[in-house]
């Protein structure tokens, strides 16, 4: 199954964000072993240059870490992991945020829709 | 190491019209790369002139260093745009020839290829439906190890399902220091497994950069590009 | 490289050569047994001499349909393989130019020195019978004197003619198939056209050689003996042949040049 990838952005991006997210949503534990480049870019159904310049970005930031014969693993560092997790959620309300700008509410009212939509959710199994 | 492939003022010229005129260009190895342009903007004859079945006007072609001759004919595998097996031919002997004139010709692997698309060997070509025909052609092509393989045209005649598994038999085969040149007019398609593309407009080159270079630098798609660059 | 393209280009045309020339065998074989072991020369009766005429001229116009088939078969092969939608997978085998044509040149003389085999097998065989050699054995006098020489040793030098001219053939026809592919446009049209206007040139040059070197058939050749007979077939044999060789020498140097600098597949 080829990867969902969206046309206007760049591709080695897109694979960073696929990869982090399969880690977060535990496709990967930590300290495990990723698939090699090829069999990774056969998967997404890309370059695998491209593939390999999206792990390398991984690796600088530490995410991912290579050992040189036996391939490439999930950091086992739970700090990093976590504040990775941290970056994520972050970029994911402030786009909420701004989304919410768009449609003319202020931050207040946004979190009162936020409150209400929360209430409302967990009221609804006792219905 | 010199280029894998290098233009120099390259001219090819039909009666009074010129399919390439003075291109310069050169290729790296372990790339990817998409040769995209509207029809006679010059991609199939600059392929041709890589196979070393056209001659060029003026100019040089070099493929290694080297001028297309029988040298070069050992490290390059070519996909033409049309069938080019004898029809007469079965399935077994057309595997055969290649094996018999191809050092780097490796069975093993188009057997493979054959036996998952149930291909039957004693089948001849001239019964093959057109799509079973590119793809048996392909095999062929992509199982030699080759430098530079030139695709002309691999997924132009074939349905969406038999693209897939072309552009996956491409993926799968080439090795990371082989260069694959294809020529295409579907770029929606493929733009995720290219490196870099080409565009030829009017027998010159108009663009030459990476994919993702494209999308850093104008936000949108090579095929979103490629539509304004060249729109009627 | 030049052995393996030789033993393809071989077997993709064996099929169709063996069945021609198995038919041509199987049809001499018949012919002797049914129709040559049964005449009776003690007698020439007009029946018996239009028999012979009838069976000679349908026997001579069978040799000569399998020998065009046999030309057409190198013809076509070495358009199709060279020229056409195949010309693509020829032309990028790691072979050079050179080898391709040597393939074909090397190919295309066995094919046709096989085919004066079977023809000369078919000759020999129907003419061979005991009735035929006794017959022939009242008139050999007259005819050794006629010729100069026996009529096998002159049936020999036709079939050695006939070998040597299978070469120039070969080349001939590439040549024309060669340069007809120059026009992308015609490709046929000109390379038969090239055949024609070359062989009028040809003509026309061996012509004047002739009439320079005083061997043009004039009209007292019907006065000439054995002896003086026989002098004129050597002169004129040897002539052509150099002339054919000559002619030879120059096509090849056309094509050869033709498939290494403008080879342009469309």
């Known amino acids: 199954m080829p990867w969902k990838l969206d046309s206007s952005r760049p591709i080695y991006l897109q694979l960073m964000e696929r990869i982090q997210h399969d880690i977060i949503s535990g496709v990967y534990r930590p300290g495990d072993k990723i698939p090699s480049v090829r069999d990774l870019a056969l998967e997404a159904s890309v370059n695998p240059n491209t593939m390999q310049k999206a792990l390398s970005e991984l690796e600088r930031s530490g995410l991912v870490y290579s050992q040189r014969t036996s391939g490439r693993f999930i950091t086992e560092d739970e700090k990093m992991l976590k504040k990775m997790k941290m970056d994520l959620a972050a970029e994911h309300i402030q786009q909420f945020f701004e989304q919410m700008h768009h449609l003319g509410f202020s931050d207040e009212e946004a979190l009162d829709l936020i409150r209400e939509t929360l209430r409302r959710k967990n009221n609804e199994p006792d219905s | ?232 | 490289m030049l052995r393996k393209l030789i033993k393809f280009d071989l077997k993709s045309g064996a099929r169709i050569f063996l069945l021609l020339h198995g038919i041509l065998l199987a049809v001499g074989l018949s012919g002797r047994l049914l129709f040559m072991n049964h005449l009776d020369f003690s007698e020439a009766t007009p029946a018996l001499v239009s028999s012979i005429v009838l069976f000679a001229s349908l026997t001579l116009f069978l040799l000569m349909a399998v020998c065009f088939c046999t030309w057409l078969l190198i013809a076509v092969r070495f358009y199709r393989n060279l020229f056409t939608g195949e010309g693509y997978l020829t032309w990028t085998l790691p072979a050079s130019a050179v080898e391709h044509l040597w393939a074909k040149i090397i190919s295309g003389i066995i094919w046709y020195t096989l085919d004066c085999l079977v023809v000369a097998a078919v000759i020999l065989m129907l003419v061979t019978g005991q009735n035929v050699t006794d017959a022939y054995s009242v008139i050999a006098p007259e005819v050794t004197a006629e010729l100069g020489m026996p009529l096998s040793t002159f049936g020999l030098y036709l079939f050695i003619v006939m070998i040597i001219s299978c070469f120039s053939s070969v080349i001939m026809t590439y040549f024309c198939i060669a340069v007809g592919q120059l026009f992308p446009a015609h490709r046929v049209l000109c390379a038969i056209a090239a055949y024609f206007i070359s062989g009028l040139i040809i003509q026309a040059v061996s012509m004047g050689l002739m009439l320079l070197l005083k061997l043009f058939p004039g009209i007292n050749l019907s006065i000439l003996n054995g002896e003086q007979l026989a002098q004129y077939m050597f002169s004129a044999i040897t002539l052509s042949i150099a002339i054919m060789f000559a002619v030879s020498a120059a096509e090849y140097a056309a094509v050869h040049y033709i498939m290494k600098k403008k080879i342009n597949l469309l």
């Open chain 2, 1 to 232: 190491m010199s280029p894998i492939l290098e233009c120099r003022n390259l001219t090819k010229k039909y009666g009074g019209s010129y399919a390439l005129s003075g291109l310069n260009l050169t290729l790296e190895r372990g790339e990817i790369i998409g040769l995209l342009g509207p029809n006679g903007s010059g991609k199939s004859s600059l392929i041709k002139l890589a196979a070393g079945v056209l001659q060029p006007t003026a100019g040089e072609i070099l493929l290694s260093g080297k001028a297309p001759g029988a040298e070069t004919k050992r490290f390059v595998s070519y996909l033409p745009d049309r069938s080019y097996l004898g029809r007469q031919m079965r399935v077994s002997e057309a595997v055969d020839y290649y094996n018999t004139f191809y050092d780097n010709f490796r069975p093993e692997r188009a057997s493979g290829m054959l036996d998952s698309l149930e291909i039957d060997r004693r089948a001849r070509l001239s019964s093959l439906s057109k799509g079973t025909l590119e793809k048996v052609q392909l095999i062929l092509v992509m199982s030699r190890d080759a430098d530079l393989y030139l695709l002309d045209e691999p997924i132009g005649g074939v349905d969406p399902a038999a693209r897939d598994y072309i552009l996956q038999t491409i993926l799968t085969n080439y090795n990371e220091n082989a260069t694959v040149l294809l020529s295409t007019h579907l770029i929606s398609d493929i733009e995720n497994i290219l490196d870099r593309v080409l565009f030829l407009r009017g027998g010159q080159l108009a663009l030459n950069a990476s994919v993702d270079e494209i999308r850093t630098e104008y936000g949108k798609s090579v095929d979103t590009l490629f539509r304004e660059v060249f729109k009627c």
